[in-house]
C-alpha cells in the first residue's frame, strides 16, 4: 500500500516562497523519478516539475527560474521550492511517483498524492 504525503503549502503573498515537500512509503523497492503537479479550479492538471533518479529535471515554462526541485537523501522525499510566487500559482499541488514495487517485478507504476493546497494573494 504505497502512499505519497505532501506538506507544507500555505497562504502566501505575491513574491513570497514556500517549500513543498513529498514522502513516498509502503512497499517500495524503487522509485525512478518524483515530481510536481498543479490543478486549479477549473483548469486541468499540468506538470510543474520532474526529477528522475539520476538527477534530470524538467520544469514548466511558467515557473523556470523561479521553483526548483530536488530530492532528499533519502530518495524517497521530493521537495519543490518555490520562490517569488505569483497569484497565477495558486492551485493544489499533486506530488506524482514513478515506482517500481517489486525486486523480481521490474514494471513501474504512477502514484499520486492527495494533494496540498498553495494559495498566493496579491
Known amino acids: 500500500q504505497v502512499q505519497l504525503v505532501e506538506s507544507g503549502g500555505g497562504l502566501v503573498q505575491a513574491g513570497g516562497s514556500l517549500r513543498l515537500s513529498c514522502v513516498a512509503s509502503?512497499?517500495?523497492?524503487?522509485?525512478?523519478?518524483m515530481g510536481w503537479y498543479r490543478q486549479a479550479p477549473g483548469k486541468e492538471r499540468e506538470l510543474v516539475a520532474v526529477?528522475?533518479?539520476?538527477?534530470?529535471?524538467n520544469y514548466a515554462d511558467s515557473v523556470k527560474g523561479r521553483f526548483t526541485i530536488s530530492r532528499g537523501n533519502a530518495k524517497n522525499t521530493v521537495y519543490l521550492q518555490m520562490n517569488t510566487l505569483k497569484p497565477e500559482d495558486t492551485a493544489l499541488y499533486y506530488c506524482?511517483?514513478?515506482?517500481?514495487?517489486?525486486?523480481?517485478?521490474?514494471?513501474?507504476?504512477?502514484?499520486w498524492g492527495q494533494g496540498t493546497q498553495v494559495t498566493v494573494s496579491s
Open positions: 526529477i528522475t533518479n539520476g538527477g534530470r529535471t
Open positions: 509502503g512497499s517500495i523497492f524503487s522509485i525512478s523519478a
Open positions: 506524482n511517483a514513478v515506482l517500481r514495487l517489486s525486486t523480481w517485478n521490474t514494471r513501474e507504476s504512477d502514484y
